[in-house]
């Protein structure tokens, strides 16, 4: 079956960095395309980015731009979310999303906390 396993989250301090993976399973990882999503308490979960089956093609939420960075390796079935300078406005449950056919697969998610 499908499965995406996020690790990487933890308590950073404010202009910290983090890298968050997800590895996935149960599909074709290679012609998925992937993306990260974040949630807070009481909001919709949001677009954090997305980026093509092979790497082609990024794109970023408004608040990500110039600070996170997502990448893929296909070789190790893992997409990748590095982030720079984080903010507490960034603190979040991310989730790595794939969708393929007509459905839609998340991880657990990983707890993400930027605080002093």
């Known amino acids: 079956q499908v499965r995406l396993v996020e690790s990487g989250g933890g308590l950073v301090q404010p202009g910290g960095s983090l890298k968050l993976s997800c590895t996935a399973s149960g599909f074709s990882f290679s012609t998925t395309a992937m993306a990260w999503y974040r949630q807070t308490p009481g909001k919709e979960r949001g677009l954090v980015a997305h980026?093509?089956?092979?790497?082609?093609?990024?794109e970023y939420a408004g608040s990500a731009k110039g600070r996170f960075i997502i990448s893929r390796d296909n070789a190790k079935n893992t997409v990748y979310l590095q982030m720079n300078d984080l903010k507490p406005e960034d603190t979040a449950v991310y989730y790595c999303?794939?969708?393929?056919?007509?459905?839609?697969?998340w991880g657990q998610g990983t707890q993400v906390t930027v605080s002093s």
């Open positions: 999303q794939a969708a393929f056919g007509q459905n839609i697969y």
């Open positions: 980026i093509s089956r092979n790497g082609g093609s990024i």
